[in-house]
DNA sequence: GCTCGGTTTAGACTGCCGGTCTAACCGTTC
DNA sequence: GAACGGTTAGACCGGCAGTCTAAACCGAGC
């Protein structure tokens, strides 16, 4: 299929995001969908394959936006460890501000993981920035030298502190988040005390 | 319902693992169950309610097992810093100990977290240990004083590095594991060099 | 104002699959 | 041997994703 989807009804898809967030991708009948979004079945069918492809789209714009927002901040000026916290604050802010699609992507991304197209633009918008910065970072000297599962460490931690928020309070503060994520990805959670067993 | 149900059928379900692992939950068919696990239908349904009560059974044996290590390492004597790396090393040897069951979890965190049951034991087992261990850390001066959301980071640290050499490597390398994302935690990425923006 | 392409739509229909029901069967206990 | 709990096959039901048909609709070009 993949013809391109004409504005009106993209803009009307948003709609039904609610649905996927409280009630996942297969537990949304497509029925819901219609009556949510005012599109009917047979016009929805005739622009998309499946439900699968209308979930997929929904979360397409998303990465998108998210994906160019990581890149830009990964490729602008200053040490890999400013331009990693420039990073933090940019999937954090993409976070806050678009809270229903990031909760919808990351409260299905066991499915999302299963379509190869969103998977590939999670790793893409995540996870490769990031891992990047951490090469980069210990070749300027202003990172410690780290393996590659490192970048996932650090995207659990910004990711999860986020879901947090919304959950909890249903939005992020994006200062102070990207603040003590920051600081305790950059300084840890260690005082000067007594030193235990770490490598 | 909530029979209890009979060992030989509970020793055959873990059959099942790998089906919800591939297919998700939802796409797992009841059929591909009763071939996997050579129980039949009619009994499946006699002992559990529906496919989501298989689902959460397997998944409640993974959290009880989780829930006790965990509580047995936060338990233990030390500085709320060292517990806090037993409670990581536990966690991380849990994963180790059951990598199917734990990928079926987190690959279905958002159906799991659907069922209120699962959902509780979750946060039982991961989130307030170490919750609490953060607050008790930075009364024995062992640990910053940070807020409750830090205790999302750090298990979201630690869940998806397991997880990334869960489906890298397909086991994960226990010790490393926990001496990486230990110092990541406690000491963070920083060098010595150039002070940037960090709160 | 007619035709022609793509789009929109209603509504009936198909097929898959989770879950139910029935009724038989089996082993144990009293 | 009656009663009971567990086990099983197989027919069945209902819900829902996705298909099909065929009828409108609508803008562009002539």
Do not use: W
Request: charged residues 20%; negative net charge; proline residues 5%.
């Amino acid at each position: 299929m993949s013809r391109q989807v004409p504005p009106d009804i993209a803009g009307r898809l948003p709609a039904a995001l609610h649905l996927f967030l409280d009630q996942g991708l297969d537990g949304t009948r497509v029925d819901a969908i219609v009556a949510a979004t005012g599109i009917p079945k047979a016009t929805l069918y005739y622009h998309f394959d499946s439900k699968e492809a209308i979930f997929a789209f929904l979360l397409r714009e998303l990465l998108d936006e998210l994906a160019e927002a990581v890149d830009a901040a990964k490729r602008g000026r200053g040490t890999a460890r400013e331009r990693l916290v420039a990073v933090i604050e940019a999937i954090v802010g993409a976070m806050a501000a678009n809270p229903t699609s990031c909760l919808v992507l990351l409260s299905n991304l066991s499915r999302a993981g299963r379509m190869p197209e969103i998977a590939g633009s999670v790793q893409a918008a995540f996870h490769a920035p990031v891992e990047e910065l951490l090469v980069e970072g210990s070749r300027d000297g202003s990172l410690r030298a780290t393996g590659p599962a490192t970048a996932s460490a650090v995207f659990g931690a910004v990711v999860l502190v986020s879901l947090h928020h919304l959950i909890m309070t249903g939005d992020i503060p994006v200062r102070a988040t990207v603040d003590s994520v920051g600081s305790l990805l950059l300084h840890g959670l260690a005082t000067g005390a007594a030193e235990g067993t770490d490598g």
